[in-house]
């Protein structure tokens, strides 16, 4: 066995190493390819503090702060758990589009209210639409004492509603192309006016007839046509509730006398009686320009606003 010559002892693989001066605890394990023991590092302390200190206590802050975001939940679920209440739903509305009619005073024909105030004060007309029917009281009830008891009545069907009559309409010559604007409608062949007036009152009720008496209402002439295809559309005409007959529409239009009162809107409703094929169509043409209705079916309706210019 060889020497060497500081350490005076054998060399090589023969030498002794001596052992580690670390102290062997529960903790020290050899570790193999190190020459003697090796010692594991202590665990660390997951309390995050050193010897002898205990977990850190939670902030008082942090506390409230979670006590005031359950107590909120609780209220905004209502009875303290119970079930949601969903806040209360707000309505929404949607104004219907109207379609708006503007007239102005080249649209009154005159003529036709003159002679509907003078048919009324001759007292020639038939009377005027009656309004609902009187309620009877049923048998058994007690009649007034100022008039005599009536006999009960039999059960009967109603009658028949009434026949839609014409609409009061009157032809006139088309004004060419390039012709400047009237300042009030053609006139109209004398006969063909008073018989349309005469349609017009026979279809008026009592207020409209003492309206045109005294000057309130006056008899506006709208062009109505079928701005489309001329197959046999008819419409009835509606004026604050009142129907005016019906209208065969053509292509070449003709003019509907209908009464308004003066200088005041008013609410004008078109109902599409017969369709010829395609849908109902209906156009208006005034003073103040054309408007045409939506194409109908057969029982649809439109409503327009009339305004006065």
């Known amino acids: 066995m060889s020497k060497g010559p500081d350490s005076g002892g054998p060399r090589g693989p023969d030498r002794i190493r001596p052992a580690s001066p670390?102290?062997?605890?529960?903790?020290?394990?050899?570790?193999?390819?190190?020459?003697?023991?090796?010692?594991?590092?202590?665990?660390?302390?997951?309390?995050g503090g050193g010897p002898g200190k205990g977990k850190r206590p939670t902030p008082w802050w942090l506390l409230g702060a979670v006590a005031v975001v359950l107590v909120g939940g609780m209220l905004y679920q209502g009875n303290f758990g119970g079930t949601?209440?969903?806040?209360?739903?707000v309505e929404q509305t949607t104004s219907?589009?109207?379609?708006?009619?503007?007239?102005?005073?080249?649209?009154?024909?005159q003529p036709a209210t003159d002679l509907a105030k003078a048919l009324i004060a001759g007292g020639t007309l038939p009377a005027p639409p009656k309004g609902p029917p009187a309620v009877t009281p049923?048998?058994?009830?007690?009649?007034?004492?100022?008039?005599?008891?009536a006999a009960p009545t039999p059960d009967v069907a109603p009658p028949a509603a009434a026949t839609p009559q014409p609409a009061p309409v009157v032809h006139r010559p088309k004004p060419a192309p390039d012709a400047p604007k009237p300042a009030a409608?053609?006139?109209?062949?004398?006969?063909?006016?008073?018989?349309?007036?005469?349609?017009?009152?026979?279809?008026?009720?009592?207020?409209?007839?003492?309206?045109?008496a005294d000057g309130r209402q006056v008899i506006y002439s709208l062009h109505v046509l079928d701005?489309?295809?001329e197959d046999g559309d008819i419409v009835e005409i509606f004026v604050n509730g009142t129907s005016y007959g019906r209208v065969l529409l053509s292509n070449a239009g003709q003019d509907v006398l209908?009464?308004?009162?003066?200088?005041?809107?008013?609410?004008?409703?078109?109902?599409?009686?017969?369709?010829?094929?395609?849908?109902?169509?209906?156009?208006?043409?005034t003073s103040q320009g054309e408007i045409r209705s939506t194409v109908m079916p057969e029982g649809g309706s439109?409503?327009?606003?009339v305004t006065i210019q």
Do not use: C, K
Request: aromatic share 2%; glycine share 10%.
């Open 302 to 305: 439109d409503d327009w606003s």
């Open 185 to 212: 409608p053609a006139p109209a062949p004398v006969a063909e006016t008073e018989q349309a007036v005469r349609q017009m009152l026979a279809q008026a009720p009592e207020e409209t007839r003492a309206g045109i």
């Open 258 to 285: 209908i009464p308004l009162p003066a200088n005041t809107n008013a609410q004008v409703h078109v109902l599409a009686v017969q369709d010829g094929g395609g849908g109902v169509t209906f156009g208006v043409t």
């Open 138 to 149: 049923p048998a058994g009830a007690t009649a007034p004492t100022d008039a005599p008891a």
């Open 22 to 47: 670390s102290p062997r605890g529960p903790d020290t394990e050899p570790v193999s390819g190190r020459g003697g023991a090796y010692s594991a590092p202590p665990p660390a302390d997951s309390s």
């Open 227 to 229: 701005d489309i295809a």
């Open 96 to 109: 219907a589009a109207v379609t708006v009619l503007a007239l102005g005073t080249a649209d009154i024909d």
């Open 84 to 89: 949601p209440t969903p806040p209360p739903a």
